[in-house]
Nanobody, 124 residues
Framework: QVQLVESGGGLVQAGGSLRLSCSAS????????MGWFRQAPGKEREFVAA????????NYADSVKGRFTISRDNAKNTVYLQMNSLKPEDTAVYYC?????????????????WGQGTQVTVSS
């Protein structure tokens, strides 16, 4: 059984930065893609970023390209999301997820395991 635990969320002013971490326990972390998703109040969960098993391929939502960077450390079973130039519209609960394949996917239904989420609030 895979368990994912996010950390690093908090309150930040617009233009600031946060770094989210997601630690994984259980088998297979280094074999699968990892993704970050977010859900704002009253909205559906949406894709943010994903990274392939090796870290060599990434995928980003248009809304975060150039501001967010996803990375992973397979030796530490951890995936990161560096968020810069944050905007109030980035406010949401952020979830990490482990994919069912090795390649970074946008479709949330291609992810098998999910963390409990961490709140990110960006004030204007």
């Amino acid at each position: 059984q895979v368990q994912l635990v996010e950390s690093g969320g908090g309150l930040v002013q617009a233009g600031g930065s946060l770094r989210l971490s997601c630690s994984a326990s259980g088998h297979g972390f280094s074999s699968y893609a990892m993704g970050w998703f977010r859900q704002a109040p009253g909205k559906e969960r949406e894709f943010v970023a994903a990274i392939a098993w090796s870290g060599g391929l990434t995928n980003y939502a248009d809304s975060v390209k150039g501001r967010f960077t996803i990375s992973r450390d397979n030796a530490k079973n951890t995936v990161y999301l560096q968020m810069n130039s944050l905007k109030p519209e980035d406010t949401a609960v952020y979830y990490c997820a482990e994919g069912s394949t090795a390649q970074p996917m946008v479709d949330q239904y291609k992810y098998d395991y999910w963390g409990q989420g961490t709140q990110v609030t960006v004030s204007s």
